[in-house]
């Protein structure tokens, strides 16, 4: 399943879970139940873990590649959550003022030219 179509069915999956927290709570009010409260608790964790499925699975997937003897200028790149950045800059082209900023993740660089103010960060 590709990480979009994953997302959208954890975030439906989590509405789904709300709107059962919402009638629990609506029957918990009517009348209390031990069964109702316990139930209500079991989804509320659930709601939790799924929204931290939701925010666990984001990662990127930047990859630049240009060709015999071009340039790559003025364009940084910058990914947040867990990034894999590919620049396959091939036919000695050369990268200016291009750095490449995550946050964590795993960087490749590959160039043939000159490289000139382009640093790679990776933060952690």
Not at 10 to 34: D, H, K, M, P, R
Not at 67 to 75: H, K, P, V
Not at 82 to 94: E, F, N
């Amino acid at each position: 399943m590709q990480q979009t179509s994953w997302s959208r069915l954890i975030a439906a999956i989590g509405f789904l879970v709300a709107c059962a927290v919402g009638v629990l709570t609506n029957i918990i009010t009517e009348s209390f139940s031990w069964t109702v409260s316990v139930a209500l608790g079991v989804l509320v964790v659930v709601g939790m873990i799924l929204a931290g499925l939701q925010v666990a699975g984001r990662s990127a997937r930047v990859e630049q590649r240009i060709g015999w003897r071009a340039r790559l200028a003025d364009s940084p790149t910058v990914a947040a959550g867990d990034a894999t950045v590919d620049d396959r800059i091939s036919g000695r082209g050369d990268v200016e003022r291009s750095g490449i900023d995550v946050e964590t993740g795993k960087v490749t660089r590959r160039v043939r030219g000159k490289v000139a103010g382009s640093g790679i960060t990776i933060k952690k």
